[in-house]
Structures are given as structure tokens and as C-alpha cells.
């Protein structure tokens, strides 16, 4: 007869990755839902799950650890379920069957949680006219969050959340030289002043916090008629418009490695805001105006939630050749003019 070896006592868990035959049992042991198929999608943030059964879609989401702390589902959950009951495009969440907004799991590195949401049918918005259904959608979350009086958030969308942690995680970067990292001390105290002086003047909303073009889809009806969905609300909480906006481009810029917008980006860009403002969304000069430096925050904010996972991802996922560009990179973002 065969047994296990022992677990090394030397061995300490980073992150485990479930089997999607744990996801299956889970789902039906806290949600009472009757799976038939299940496959992981990605490991990113967190883990996600495609499920399928009783003649339904659903995503799971297995939430990791994070160095910000303790989860925000509380929250995350009861704004979706307010922006569902007002009919805006949203993936809404299933609750638990003792009520609860996810189920808790205990992993061998501590803690996880794991929350169900209805599919989002569609793709990302590809056409002109998908993005501006998109700023459009995004209007109405904004509009529709106005009245949310639901368990508060954990975290505001604010200085310390977008950049303050970011600092701290570079301080721990391998090999990372005391040059640059006062480079990145000095940007991140500049756009904090800059922020500090201008914020009084900035739309506040709640923001969906990572509305980058991939956490929407966009899907035609049998009539033809299209609709925008939004979903991944984790990194939601109050804080800036002019954040929520930026996301978009700054994903972009991002993606196609661009120091300035093309003419594809700037089509798009003034198809989201004539959408933004058609869903009853307004945007101050003051907002517009501010949209370089939160590029630059948004850039910050990515970057200090890779290299705070440096226990899970590895130095791959910002490796130090990459972190000697981005300051040059963010030097010319600060030139942009987004007004549209």
C-alpha cells in the first residue's frame, strides 16, 4: 500500500491554483448550482472559471491574496446588485446560499474567496460605435452609483491607493538601484503634490477602477440592437472621474507601446466621451485637464500591482529593463492634450 510522501515543513504556499473540479464542487456546495463543465480561463489578479449548467453561463472568480488587504466583495457585490436592479449593463452576482455575498475558503496560503457571476454574453468593443456604447454604459454606472447606499468600500481610489503602495512595493524589488528608485520616489511625490493641488476641482465618482476596454463586452440582440456589460468590479471604490476615463487610453498607450495617441486611439477616444456625455455624464475642463497625470498614476498603480506580487509572478512580469523605460515613458505622457 502507497502513501504520500511528507510535505516538506520548508515548503511555504505563494498562491495555489484549484482544480476545476474543486470549482465545480464549491459551486455546488455554496450556490447549489448543478455544473456541468468547467475550465480556468486565466490566472491573473485572481483566478477565473467558466461554468456551465442548468442551461446557464457563469464566470467564478477565486479571489488571491492581495497586499492591499483584505477583500472588498461586500461592497463589490451590493453595487452590482444596485446597478442591476436599474437595468444598467452589468454582470451581476449570484449570492451564496446562506446569503452571503461569496463563499470562504481556506487555502494553505491563508484565506481566498470565491464569488459567481452571471456571463457576460459578447467581446471587447472593437467598432467605433461599440465604444462609444461603451463611455455610454460607463455614464450610467456613474450616474446610477449617485444613490448606492450599500456597505461602504474598504478602500478610496485615492493618492495612497493608486501610488502610495507602489513605492512601498519598489522598495522591496530585487537588484532594483538606489538611482532609479528615487527617480520613482520623486514621480510618485510630484503627482501626489499635483494631485493633492488639483483635486478639489475634480469630478468624484465611484469608480468601476479598471475600465480598460476587456471588462466590458459589447452584444447584439436577436433584433440587432447592441448592449454594453460591464463586469470585473473588484478594483472598484470612490475616487476621480478623470481616473475611471483614463483607463481606457492609457491601455491603449500601453498595449501598442506609444508614446502619444494614433488615429485609431483618438477615433476612439472621441467615440467614448460623445458616449460618456450622451448617458448623462458630464466632464469639467478641470477633468480633461487632468487626464495626463492620471495616466501617469494609472501606469504607477499597474506597475505596483506587479511588482507587489513578486511572490506569485516573479520579476518577469515587470523586470527591471522594462522599469528603466517607463519613467521616459511617463515623461511624455505628461505632454498629452486629451481633450476631445
Not at 538606489?178 to 527617480?183: S, W
Not at 436577436?222 to 475616487?239: I, Q
Not at 460623445?274 to 504607477?300: C, K
Request: neutral net charge; glycine residues 8%; contains cysteine.
Amino acid at each position: 500500500m502507497s502513501t504520500q510522501p511528507p510535505v516538506d515543513p520548508g515548503l511555504v504556499h505563494a498562491h495555489t491554483t484549484a482544480a476545476p473540479s474543486s470549482v465545480v464542487y464549491w459551486a455546488k456546495q455554496h450556490y447549489g448550482l448543478d455544473i456541468r463543465q468547467c475550465h480556468l480561463i486565466r490566472r491573473g489578479l485572481n483566478d477565473n472559471y467558466a461554468l456551465s449548467g442548468d442551461g446557464a453561463r457563469y464566470v467564478a472568480r477565486l479571489y488571491a491574496i492581495r497586499p492591499r488587504g483584505e477583500f472588498n466583495i461586500n461592497f463589490e457585490m451590493s453595487l452590482l446588485e444596485h446597478l442591476a436592479a436599474r437595468g444598467v449593463g452589468v454582470a451581476a452576482p449570484l449570492r451564496a446560499l446562506d446569503g452571503a455575498a461569496c463563499a470562504r475558503l481556506q487555502f494553505p496560503e491563508g484565506p481566498r474567496a470565491l464569488a459567481i457571476f452571471h456571463h457576460a454574453e459578447g467581446a471587447p468593443p472593437e467598432t467605433l460605435d461599440e465604444f462609444e456604447l461603451t463611455g455610454h454604459t460607463l455614464a450610467r454606472i456613474h450616474v446610477a452609483s449617485r444613490d448606492y447606499t450599500g456597505p461602504a468600500s474598504r478602500y478610496s481610489l485615492n493618492s495612497d491607493h493608486l501610488v502610495g503602495r507602489t513605492w512601498t512595493h519598489l522598495q522591496a524589488y530585487p537588484q532594483l538601484g538606489a538611482e532609479l528608485l528615487d527617480t520613482y520616489r520623486q514621480r510618485i511625490q510630484n503627482l501626489q503634490e499635483e494631485l493633492a493641488r488639483t483635486e478639489s476641482g475634480l469630478s468624484k465618482v465611484i469608480c468601476h477602477g479598471d475600465t480598460h476596454g476587456f471588462n466590458n463586452h459589447v452584444h447584439a440582440d436577436l433584433a440587432g440592437d447592441k448592449k454594453a456589460v460591464f463586469f470585473d468590479f473588484d478594483d472598484a471604490g470612490p475616487g476621480y472621474l478623470a481616473y475611471d476615463l483614463s483607463v481606457m487610453p492609457w491601455s491603449y498607450l500601453t498595449r501598442k507601446v506609444l508614446m502619444e495617441p494614433d488615429e485609431l486611439l483618438q477615433q476612439r477616444w472621441r467615440h467614448y466621451l460623445r458616449g460618456y456625455r450622451a448617458g448623462g455624464g458630464v466632464i469639467t475642463e478641470a477633468d480633461l485637464a487632468s487626464l495626463p497625470m492620471f495616466l501617469q498614476l494609472r501606469h504607477l498603480w499597474n506597475l505596483g500591482e506587479a511588482v507587489g506580487r513578486l511572490h506569485h509572478w516573479g520579476t518577469s512580469m515587470a523586470p527591471l529593463d522594462w522599469l528603466l523605460k517607463q519613467i521616459d515613458r511617463m515623461d511624455q505622457w505628461r505632454k498629452l492634450d486629451l481633450r476631445a
